[in-house]
């Protein structure tokens, strides 16, 4: 199943950044750096720190008062599925697993759990192409054509602003 961007964009859902850091050489760092400047909505977590970039930073996503809406998970493999054997016990239903957290493991229990998960992209990078995938507008379009016709150039179907 196609997961759904938007609820990481959209509104300002409380996103939880598991793995922030303090090292600007992290991505941990980039990422909440990064989802802050924008003015999304975002709380660190890490076990190992009380701030991260300034901010109070919760040990586990349990200790943070409101549910997030929403995680981005920048950790290692095993460390990745504890935390969305945490996120799934708490109700969170949208998960994102920054390239190199994701595990098969982790992918299946939040696909079993209904969780909408983002995996093998980066939330950076989508952040900045938006929540909707650039290619599905043209895609739809070309789907309207029946093998043999000849369809619109595909710059012809896309619509960009100056």
Same mark, same amino acid.
């Given at each position: ?9 959209e ?7 598991v793995?922030a850091?303090?090292? =600007?050489?992290?991505?941990?760092? %980039? ?6 400047? &924008? /003015?999304? +909505? @975002? *709380? ?8 991260i ?21 920048i950790t290692?493999?095993?460390a990745?599925?504890?935390i ?10 949208n998960?994102?697993?920054? =390239?190199?957290?994701?595990?098969? %493991? ?6 079993? &759990? /209904?969780? +909408? @998960? *983002? ?5 950076m ?15 739809d ?22």
């Open positions: 199943m196609k997961p759904d961007l938007k609820p990481f964009f509104g300002k859902a409380l996103i939880a950044v793995g850091s303090n090292n =600007p050489e992290k991505y941990g760092y %980039k990422v909440y750096k990064d989802l802050k400047s &924008a /003015g999304m +909505n @975002v *709380v660190p977590v890490n076990p190992n720190h009380d701030t970039q300034n901010d109070r930073c919760y040990h586990t996503l349990s200790d943070i008062p409101d549910v997030p809406n929403a995680i981005s998970v290692p493999p095993a990745t599925e504890k969305v054997a945490e996120a799934i016990k708490l109700g969170i239903k998960i994102w697993l920054q =390239p190199g957290a994701e595990s098969e %493991k982790a992918i299946s229990m939040c696909e079993k &759990a /209904g969780v +909408n @998960v *983002v995996s093998r992209i980066c939330i990078v989508q952040r900045r192409i938006g929540p909707k995938d650039p290619f599905d507008e043209i895609m379009q070309l789907e309207k054509y029946d093998e043999g016709t000849t369809p619109p150039k595909a710059s012809d179907l896309i619509h960009c602003d100056d």
